[in-house]
């Protein structure tokens, strides 16, 4: 069995992006890391061939800033990385998501388990989506909770955007993957950077989606979906967090929480009543 890794990434230092820390979380699980890496304005591409590891293979690109549309840019920059995977599994990790070290061989077995297995065409993390700092994370129907980072890569798949997978069936379906969760983690942490990191990232990101730039506020949010944190962080993630504190982030909306969040609670009651994930899932789940 072989399995690749693959991401992309332009401006990871001046937007904030633990993109090295990303990679190597999973270089002891996979056989190699496909990386497509934009022509940025910073040192991104020095730092990661800085890491001067074996299993890292590195395609310059440029990015088609023309294209605008609903964030398509980014499906083009991840398929290039995935179509030069020559893995029996391509593993996606965006540049803010860490693997924990303890999951690694969960991950090796699970991928073993159902290699043979044609059913199964991706693997679904669950996500710990961090806001604010490294010691609150959020809960809401409004977030997604799992999502496939591992796919099949023998299947006809394209990215609409850097999310998630379109299956291609014959020769007009189109559909999402069909997937296990096996309950590993995904540790997301695009919601801890500095304000002045998150306003730039959406400056750059707002182009592509043909919108202008919004100014950003971590207190713009539901506090009623703020959870603590008491886990272990992922070992490359411990030395960016020694701060030793283990406060909350508690939002403080000047106007009252946003109104699309008033709805969410709403949602969020009829899960807890019904024991319900209402959460939005780009996958078919077709086993345990």
Not at 21 to 42: A, R, Y
Not at 59 to 83: C, L, P
């Amino acid at each position: 069995m072989k399995i690749s890794a693959f991401t992309f990434i332009k401006n990871g230092q001046l937007l904030g992006y633990p993109f090295l820390q990303s990679i190597e979380s999973v270089l002891d699980l996979v056989d190699e890391f496909v990386i497509s890496v934009g022509d940025g304005e910073d040192n991104t591409l020095e730092a990661l061939k800085s890491l001067n590891n074996d299993k890292i293979r590195i395609i310059e690109t440029n990015w088609n800033d023309k294209m605008r549309s609903r964030g398509y840019v980014y499906g083009q920059q991840k398929m290039i990385a995935q179509f030069n995977c020559t893995g029996d599994w391509a593993f996606y990790l965006e540049a803010d998501e860490i693997v924990h070290e303890e999951d690694i061989e969960k991950i090796r077995s699970v991928c073993q388990k159902y290699l043979n297995d044609p059913e199964v065409e991706g693997i679904a993390f669950d996500y710990i989506h961090f806001w604010g700092n490294e010691n609150t994370y959020i809960d809401s129907s409004h977030w997604y909770r799992s999502e496939v980072r591992i796919i099949r890569n023998s299947i006809r798949t394209y990215a609409p955007d850097g999310l998630y997978w379109i299956v291609l069936d014959g020769r007009k379906g189109r559909r999402y993957p069909k997937a296990i969760r096996p309950g590993i983690k995904m540790y997301h942490y695009g919601w801890t950077r500095t304000i002045d990191q998150l306003e730039k990232k959406d400056e750059k990101v707002s182009q592509y989606w043909n919108r202008s730039a919004e100014k950003v506020s971590y207190d713009q949010i539901d506090p009623l979906i703020m959870r603590h944190f008491t886990g272990k962080h992922p070992k490359v993630m411990q030395s960016i967090f020694n701060s030793g504190s283990n406060g909350m982030f508690i939002p403080k909306p000047k106007n009252g929480i946003p109104k699309e969040y008033k709805r969410y609670r709403l949602k969020d009651k009829i899960e807890k009543i019904f024991n319900v994930d209402l959460s939005k899932k780009h996958y078919k789940l077709v086993k345990n």
